[in-house]
């Protein structure tokens, strides 16, 4: 394929990896935990351990001190993540009982950083080929 000069090469469009999740609870603890839920058919969970990630928690949520914070992965157990944000002086966490909402409490990754851990693993969608962004 020959590209004119100055012209724009087309990068087709990526997904987030890995993909956003659906929070139904938050722990109010000196480690966060956040449980989850994904849908089976489209969603799969790719997060790891040491991986950050981005909260959204709207205020009709109750723990509105969460939104926008970012946390680091400690450990997964299923879809409960364990977070290094002390939340023990937060709101508690509740689902309202309201079904219109204009977007659920959710979390996504932070940074280029969950991009790529190891070539060794399978988990990623995504791999760097020297582990250092090549």
Same mark, same amino acid.
């Given at each position: 394929?020959?590209?004119?000069?100055?012209?724009?090469?087309?990068?087709?469009?990526?997904?987030?990896?890995?993909?956003?999740?659906?929070?139904?609870?938050?722990?109010?603890?000196?480690?966060?935990?956040v449980?989850?839920?994904?849908?089976?058919?489209?969603?799969?969970?790719?997060?790891?351990?040491?991986?950050?990630?981005?909260?959204?928690?709207?205020? +009709?949520?109750?723990?509105?001190?969460?939104?926008g914070?970012?946390?680091?992965?400690?450990?997964?157990?299923?879809?409960?993540?364990?977070?290094?944000?002390d939340?023990?002086q937060?709101?508690?966490?509740?689902?309202?009982?309201?079904?219109?909402?204009?977007?659920?409490?959710?979390?996504?990754?932070?940074g280029?950083?969950?991009?790529?851990?190891?070539?060794?693993?399978?988990?990623?969608?995504?791999? +760097?080929?020297?582990?250092?962004?090549?």
């Open positions: 394929m020959t590209v004119p000069n100055n012209a724009n090469t087309y990068l087709p469009g990526t997904i987030v990896i890995p993909s956003s999740m659906v929070i139904t609870g938050i722990t109010n603890s000196i480690q966060m935990v449980t989850a839920v994904l849908n089976p058919v489209t969603q799969a969970n790719t997060y790891l351990t040491g991986m950050l990630i981005n909260l959204f928690v709207p205020r +009709s949520y109750g723990m509105f001190q969460a939104d914070l970012v946390g680091q992965i400690v450990q997964i157990s299923g879809l409960n993540f364990t977070l290094d944000i939340s023990s937060f709101d508690p966490f509740v689902v309202p009982v309201s079904s219109y909402q204009i977007q659920p409490a959710s979390f996504s990754p932070a280029s950083r969950n991009l790529a851990f190891s070539n060794a693993t399978t988990l990623l969608p995504f791999q +760097s080929l020297n582990d250092r962004g090549n």
